[in-house]
């Protein structure tokens, strides 16, 4: 499994790539599309299934966050709208983080079931979210992957040749951490050794003077880098599903439910400070 899982990475890391050789809109549209897979895995990790795989007993306070199925096509929607307003514009992609976040209470509202009177009914898990706790569950789903998307969209549309510092440094962070982490019990090993490798990347490639990183810029970016690598999978963690199998099926279940969260998880903070600092360069 863990030569699958490493596989899998080098895999998306050449698919990036060759996004960035043919250019930032090819690449932003890339990342739109893995963001609205990944919202819909997002938004299912919490849906009735998984909540009852992960608390066979019912436990309550897991039945009160179960995100129906209905929700999941909006969650991928809301992500793919904050993902390309990225490819167009950054301005336009904040503007449309709040309207998504205002949309995803409008979604729970007109989702929540009803009977032909007019009165708010269960509807197959417990009973339906109030509107407050359904609009965050689905906030939560598309909210980190839309932005990690309309972000690294941004720094590509900046420099292509950051973009490329990007998604090395945070390919060689999840591979040090995977691979440092694998089959042991949850800790600081992983972090660590993921940092570790992502400076490498970050100091090794912009030593090389890849546009528009200058000399006295490398320790800065290298820092936000190590700041913020390890905070995207932490946040992420709510929108994975719990694994309940070993072996071949545990691959599998990692494909189908959180294959496209992981893949911008490490971006997803990173991208947002990089975007920052590259606007700050700008001025």
Known sequence: MSDASISAGLLWFAALIAALRAGAVTFGLTMTAVAMLAAWQAAGARGPAAVTRQSPSGDAALAAQVLPPSHRLPAAALAGAVGFAGVLDTRLAGAVVGAAALASFMVVAALRPRRAGGVTQPA?????????????????SWMQVGVAAACSAAVARYSLGAA???VSAAAAYDAAAHLSASGRPPGLRGPLAGVTAAATAVFALTGLSVPPFAPSNVIGFGLLAVLTLPLGPALARPNTAPEIADGPRRAWQRLTREWAVRRLDSLSVTALAWMWALGLLAI
Do not use: N
């Open 124 to 140: 197959g898990h417990g009973p339906p979210l109030p509107v407050l706790a359904g609009a965050g569950l689905l906030i939560r």
């Open 164 to 166: 490329l510092v990007l």
